[in-house]
T-cell receptor, first 113, second 116 residues
């Protein structure tokens, strides 16, 4: 068990570019969550997968955001036409079913110039 | 909607001393979980302690314990014998039981400094 991993750890991009982040949950964890954390704030829920099904999306997740979890394993979060307001830490977490806790990855820090 | 409030943006404690971090929450649910997560600088968030609302006994994990007051909707974290490694951002979080997602709702965090 190597924990939740995320790639890349840091990403700098120019406004208008597309970016994609990857999350590898703990093996056999069927629930996967994405959160966004801005400076000085707690993480805010973005979206949730149970296996390969995306069951909930926050209103924070605009049309420029899309997430997938093919085959119920790793997940990707794509942001199209990035804006400076997208600059944040994007956290992934996984859990083994309905019972807590959620285990967090190290996050991907995005800076949009 | 559920909310979590941490009214102490920053706290400081001397090494080996005890510190208490405050958290209040608002919910209409009767069953839920409460958590304290620790986020060290540039490191990932880890679970410190959790409390099930239906349990009256306060949770403890080594030097960490909580004071859960359900009627007051208060959930404070006590760190005893503080160590330099306890320095971090601490987040209080709420999760309802049941529902579709079990997403966590976080407070804004308390930055804890530990003075040698």
């Amino acid at each position: 068990d190597t924990g939740v991993s995320q790639d890349p750890r840091h990403k700098i991009t120019k406004r208008g570019q597309n970016v994609t982040f990857r999350c590898d949950p703990i093996s056999e964890h069927n629930r996967l969550y994405w959160y966004r954390q801005t400076l000085g704030q707690g993480p805010e829920f973005l979206t949730y997968f149970q296996n390969e099904a995306q069951l909930e999306k926050s209103r924070l997740l605009s049309d420029r955001f899309s997430a997938e979890r093919p085959k119920g394993s790793f997940s990707t979060l794509e942001i199209q036409r990035t804006e400076q307001g997208d600059s944040a830490m994007y956290l992934c977490a996984s859990s083994p079913g309905r019972m807590p806790p959620q285990y967090f990855g190290p996050g991907t820090r995005l800076l949009v110039l | 909607a559920q909310t979590v409030t941490q009214s102490q943006p920053e706290m400081s404690v001397q090494e080996a001393e005890t510190v208490t971090l405050s958290c209040t929450y608002d919910t209409s649910e009767s069953d839920y979980y409460l958590f304290w997560y620790k986020q060290p600088p540039s490191r990932q968030m880890i679970l410190v302690i959790r409390q099930e609302a239906y349990k009256q006994q306060n949770a403890t994990e080594n030097r960490f314990s909580v004071n859960f007051q359900k009627a007051a909707k208060s959930f404070s974290l006590k760190i005893s014998d503080s160590q330099l490694g306890d320095a971090a951002m601490y987040f209080c979080a709420y999760r309802r039981i049941g529902g579709a997602t079990n997403k966590l709702i976080f407070g804004t965090g308390t930055l804890l400094a530990v003075q040698p």
